[in-house]
T-cell receptor, first 114, second 111 residues
Framework: GAGVSQSPSNKVTEKGKDVELRCDPI?????LYWYRQSLGQGLEFLIY????????KSGLPSDRFSAERTGGSVSTLTIQRTQQEDSAVYLC????????????FGPGTRLTVL | GNSVTQMEGPVTLSEEAFLTINCTYT??????LFWYVQYPGEGLQLLLK?????DKGSNKGFEATYRKETTSFHLEKGSVQVSDSAVYFC??????????FGKGTHLIIQP
């Protein structure tokens, strides 16, 4: 079946602009995660949605970062007033309710802030 | 907090050599342990996992055993191939929270 998809695959923006990154999880998966991968920091957890529960935002690096998940499916990660240090690959993962552990990753969105 | 430590490499081996990539962890709570692999130009894929002490995860000839007493989850393969060249990430999760990853080990297999 279809895997996790993310769009756009690449995004180049200017410092100070806002960006939105989209994630379509695997159909039926109830949990959704955002991570970012950068050369300096490696792979970092950002935020986690589980069903209708309040999201776990403990990994968001600043209040410029936010995410929402509509209808328990698609998620959007928004970065306001982008900075050069936001340049990274942003990864989305989803997990089925029946599996407490395995997360399936999308291909990522490469964000470059000029 | 949670943390994962692994050798960063690059690790360069000849084809058919024995592979060990060390991984140790600290965790609050009882973690599940994972190895993910990222092949060149591709996304992260789960390689194997173990959810409780003494469990052995295995896949594609790779193995790792959950050692609670030494807080380790070392990855091994008896005979590596050129196609195993990739970046390998050790990770943990407690209660299905977000994964905590190691820095990744870049493995290069030469023919």
């Amino acid at each position: 079946g279809a895997g996790v998809s993310q769009s756009p695959s690449n995004k180049v923006t200017e410092k100070g602009k806002d960006v939105e990154l989209r994630c379509d999880p695997i159909s039926g998966h109830t949990a959704l995660y955002w991570y970012r991968q950068s050369l300096g920091q490696g792979l970092e957890f950002l935020i986690y949605f589980q069903g209708n529960s309040a999201p776990d935002k403990s990994g968001l690096p600043s209040d410029r970062f936010s995410a929402e998940r509509t209808g328990g499916s698609v998620s959007t990660l928004t970065i306001q007033r982008t900075q050069q240090e936001d340049s990274a690959v942003y990864l989305c993962a989803s997990r089925p309710f029946s599996s407490t552990d395995t997360q399936y990753f999308g291909p990522g969105t490469r964000l470059t802030v000029l | 907090g949670n943390s994962v430590t692994q050798m960063e490499g690059p690790v360069t081996l000849s084809e058919e050599a024995f592979l060990t990539i060390n991984c140790t962890y600290t965790a609050t709570g009882y973690p599940s342990l994972f190895w993910y692999v990222q092949y060149p130009g591709e996304g992260l894929q789960l390689l194997l996992k173990a959810t409780k002490a003494d469990d052995k995860g295995s896949n594609k000839g790779f193995e790792a055993t959950y050692r609670k007493e030494t807080t380790s989850f070392h990855l091994e393969k008896g005979s590596v191939q050129v196609s195993d060249s990739a970046v390998y990430f050790c990770a943990l999760s407690v209660d299905a929270d977000g994964l905590t990853f190691g820095k990744g080990t870049h493995l290069i297999i030469q023919p």
